[in-house]
Nanobody, 120 residues
Framework: QVQLVESGGGLVQPGGSLRLSCAAS????????MGWYRQAPGKERELAATISSGGSTNYADSVKGRFTISRNNAKNTLYLQMNSLKPEDTAVYYC????????WGRGDYWGQGTQVTVSS
């Protein structure tokens, strides 16, 4: 069974930085796209950034120039470096993996989420 486990969230002051990690496990042979999504209180889940297996990236306008998404395909791990954080970045951040190939088939998966709070 595939599991995605996020880590690295926490409380940070405005202007600070955090680095999120997402480790995928479960007899995985390959993963197509991976991404970070976020959901603020009272709002719908939204895309923050995605990255293809080849390294092509896409960012929401609200995080461009501040967030950097990266991945280590050998370790099936996804990262999100978040700089110049703002209070409006406060949300639960979710990792997503699309096109995960295992010995049992192919599927898409979500992590359980990690809380990021930006506040003074």
């Amino acid at each position: 069974q595939v599991q995605l486990v996020e880590s690295g969230g926490g409380l940070v002051q405005p202007g600070g930085s955090l680095r999120l990690s997402c480790a995928a496990s479960g007899s995985i042979s390959s993963i197509s796209a991976m991404g970070w999504y976020r959901q603020a209180p009272g709002k719908e889940r939204e895309l923050a950034a995605t990255i293809s297996s080849g390294g092509s990236t896409n960012y929401a306008d609200s995080v461009k120039g501040r967030f950097t998404i990266s991945r280590n395909n050998a370790k099936n791990t996804l990262y999100l470096q978040m700089n110049s954080l703002k209070p409006e970045d406060t949300a639960v951040y979710y990792c997503r993996a699309d096109g995960v190939n295992t010995r049992w088939g192919r599927g898409d998966y979500w992590g359980q989420g990690t809380q990021v709070t930006v506040s003074s």
